[in-house]
T-cell receptor, first 115, second 116 residues
Framework: NAGVTQTPKFRVLKTGQSMTLLCAQD?????MYWYRQDPGMGLRLIHYSVGEGTTAKGEVPDGYNVSRLKKQNFLLGLESAAPSQTSVYFC??????????????FGNGTRLTVT | AQSVTQLGSHVSVSEGALVLLRCNYS??????LFWYVQYPNQGLQLLLKYTSAATLVKGINGFEAEFKKSETSFHLTKPSAHMSDAAEYFC??????????????FGKGTTLSVSS
């Protein structure tokens, strides 16, 4: 059981380039989330999805887009990367059928550097 | 709106000493509270969670936390620190409990250092 898998693990982009981060989960979870982690800032929610075909904005959505075409996958896109998007990105999923206090399952993160 | 404040961005203890990591929350509804741990270059792992069944919650690796409504606190403790406890710890509150699409609101984290 792989849990939550993020690809790639590392990436370096130049300003203005685009890329897509992939998150895949094999737990049949409905809800998926993208967070970014920056030193001293904790984790901040970028976008989330409550099911296939649905997405919603989180706390810091600007500069990012997401898609949830398949239940198991949640993609995070950067259309035109900026140095301020240098961060570690975490995907997480949750089984809400088990109640609102169900724990998040996290991937191991994608470390993105924008130069 | 829900929020979480972790007091102290860095805590240092000696091996065998008491660990106390502080977390205060703000919530307009009964909160669901969590502590997560993050080891270097890894994702976050659940340590424990408060579910309203008991105010004292026991988690993995000997950690526990006590929910105090009067103080709006959920501090994390461990009686005796081990070198392997060195990590970053996050307190989190579940926003809009019982609502669809609820996401965790995280504190800014506390880095725990353990010296021998």
């Amino acid at each position: 059981n792989a849990g939550v898998t993020q690809t790639p693990k590392f990436r370096v982009l130049k300003t203005g380039q685009s890329m897509t981060l992939l998150c895949a989960q094999d737990m049949n979870h409905e809800y998926m989330y993208w967070y970014r982690q920056d030193p001293g800032m904790g984790l901040r929610l970028i976008h989330y999805s409550v099911g296939e075909g649905t997405t919603a904005k989180g706390e810091v959505p600007d500069g990012y887009n997401v898609s949830r075409l398949k239940k198991q996958n949640f993609l995070l896109g950067l259309e035109s990367a900026a140095p301020s998007q240098t961060s570690v990105y975490f995907c997480a999923s949750i089984d809400r059928d088990k109640g609102p206090n169900s724990p998040l399952h996290f991937g191991n993160g994608t470390r993105l550097t924008v130069t | 709106a829900q929020s979480v404040t972790q007091l102290g961005s860095h805590v240092s203890v000696s091996e065998g000493a008491l660990v106390l990591l502080r977390c205060n929350y703000s919530s307009s509804v009964p909160p669901y509270l969590f502590w997560y741990v993050q080891y270097p270059n890894q994702g976050l792992q659940l340590l424990l969670k408060y579910t309203s069944a008991a105010t004292l919650v026991k988690g993995i690796n000997g950690f526990e936390a006590e929910f105090k409504k009067s103080e709006t606190s959920f501090h994390l403790t461990k009686p005796s620190a081990h070198m392997s406890d060195a990590a970053e710890y996050f307190c989190a509150v579940s926003a809009l409990a019982n609502q669809a699409g609820t996401a965790l609101i995280f504190g800014k984290g506390t880095t725990l250092s353990v010296s021998s």
